[in-house]
C-alpha cells in the first residue's frame, strides 16, 4: 500500500511539471550606449533608457518605447541633430502612444547640448529627465559610424505589395505608351499647298 501511494504521490509531482511552458527569450538588440544612455531595440520595438537625473535616487532609470513605423527612429536622430546646428527657440514636443518627450536644448561651456524629458504616462506630474547629452553622444547612442545603425535605417524603406504593383503596374502602362509614340510616326503640321 505504501508503495501504491508512493508511486501516486511521484507521478502527480512530474503531471504537474508538464503544465510548466518554457517561452523563448528575445532579447534586446543594443544599438548604442552611452554612459546611462541607451538606445534598444526588440522586433520593430526601440526602447530608449536612461537614469532619471530628477530624483533624489540616482539608481532610477526610466525609458520610453515606440515602434519604428515610417523611419521614426531616423526621424528622431534628424531631429535631435538639427536641434545642434540651429537650436529651437522652445523644447521641441513628441507624443508617444504612452509618453510625451521633450527636447530640451541648451550651451555648456559653448557646446550645444539636449536633455530629454519626458512626462510618464502622459502626466505633467510624473516627469524623468536625462543628463545633458552632446552630438558626439548622440551619434554613439543611435549607433552612427557602427554597424548596429542598419538595425534601424533598412526598417524605413518598405514597399507593400498593393505599392509594388501599383508601381509595376504604373510603369508598364508608362512603357506601353512610349512603345506605341515609338512605332506611330508623328504627325506633320505643315500645311500643303
Request: proline share 3%; glycine share 6%; aromatic share 10%.
Amino acid at each position: 500500500m505504501k508503495k501504491i501511494i508512493l508511486l501516486l504521490t511521484l507521478l502527480s509531482g512530474i503531471s504537474a511539471f508538464s503544465q510548466i511552458k518554457v517561452l523563448k527569450n528575445e532579447a534586446l538588440v543594443e544599438i548604442g550606449k552611452d554612459n546611462s544612455v541607451g538606445l534598444y531595440k526588440k522586433e520593430n520595438k526601440f526602447t530608449f533608457n536612461y537614469q532619471d537625473i530628477n530624483t533624489s535616487n540616482l539608481n532610477t532609470f526610466r525609458s520610453f518605447s515606440f515602434n519604428d513605423v515610417n523611419g521614426d527612429v531616423q526621424g528622431l536622430y534628424k531631429l535631435i541633430t538639427d536641434g545642434f546646428i540651429d537650436e529651437p527657440s522652445g523644447n521641441i514636443t513628441l507624443e508617444l502612444p504612452n509618453d510625451i518627450i521633450e527636447l530640451y536644448y541648451q550651451k555648456n561651456y559653448g557646446q550645444p547640448t539636449v536633455q530629454i524629458i519626458q512626462y510618464i504616462n502622459k502626466n505633467k506630474k510624473y516627469v524623468g529627465k536625462s543628463q545633458f547629452l552632446n552630438k558626439k553622444q548622440i551619434d554613439k547612442i543611435f549607433g552612427i559610424g557602427t554597424p548596429k545603425a542598419a538595425l534601424y535605417s533598412k526598417s524605413a524603406v518598405r514597399q507593400t505589395p498593393v505599392n509594388a504593383m501599383n508601381n509595376t503596374s504604373a510603369q508598364g502602362s508608362t512603357n506601353a505608351q512610349q512603345n506605341n509614340s515609338q512605332k506611330t510616326p508623328a504627325k506633320s503640321t505643315k500645311k500643303r499647298r
